[in-house]
Nanobody, 119 residues
């Protein structure tokens, strides 16, 4: 298991930007694919973006494609989510998650960071 701690959330106006960070400790970070998920009040948690262990492959939910960018720095054991052109509907608690390359599911989760986008 890897331990994950998110940071960078906050309050921003619509159209603004935020960068979330997720710092990992424990097992070898580079052996994990990483993902960002979010959960808005009254809604189920949803996938936002994912990145392969090497950073060579990324994918995004349609709702954030073209606005969000996921990157990782394996030397710093950190994954980032750059969020631009934020919308009110992006308001949610954002979670970082790790998936071992030998696994089909995300087994480690952070505690979440709140992102609030005001109109």
């Amino acid at each position: 298991q890897v331990q994950l701690v998110e940071s960078g959330g906050g309050l921003v106006q619509a159209g603004g930007s935020l960068r979330l960070s997720c710092a990992a400790s424990g097992r070898t970070f580079s052996s994990y694919a990483m993902g960002w998920f979010r959960q808005a009040p009254g809604k189920e948690r949803e996938f936002v973006s994912g990145i392969s262990w090497s950073g060579g492959r990324t994918n995004y939910a349609d709702s954030v494609k073209g606005r969000f960018t996921i990157t990782r720095d394996n030397a710093k054991n950190t994954v980032y989510l750059q969020m631009n052109s934020l919308k009110v509907e992006d308001t949610a608690v954002y979670y970082c998650a790790a998936r071992a390359v030998t696994s089909t599911s995300f087994g480690s989760w952070g505690q979440g960071t709140q992102v609030t986008v005001s109109s």
